[in-house]
């Protein structure tokens, strides 16, 4: 049952983005792409600095709640705050 929820939400999360990518301006993909990589970075910093508990051992043993939590705040903190420099300090294009 969980497993079919996420698929769904991943496929619409998939259809939005490439939604995004084709009607949309190219910001909509840098944005994309940075979250990506800076959710990775999120979640490796958190799982190796505060990660005590253990998160979906039969996917990946060292897999903490922490991490996950770190991939999901950070990314949306740091990229938040880039664009709003971007926005501030130019001509306001990739501004979202």
Request: aromatic letters at 18%.
């Amino acid at each position: 049952m969980l497993l079919e929820v996420f698929g769904h939400v991943f496929i619409t999360v998939a259809a939005s983005f490439g939604y995004g990518i084709y009607y949309l301006q190219p910001k909509f993909c840098m944005y994309g792409i940075m979250m990506s990589g800076w959710s990775d970075t999120g979640g490796l910093m958190f799982g190796m600095i505060y990660g005590k508990t253990p998160f979906a051992k039969s996917i990946s043993p060292n897999k903490t709640s922490e991490g996950v939590l770190g991939a999901i705040l950070w990314p949306c903190t740091v990229i938040t705050f880039i664009f709003y420099l971007i926005g501030q300090y130019s001509d306001g294009e990739y501004a979202i």
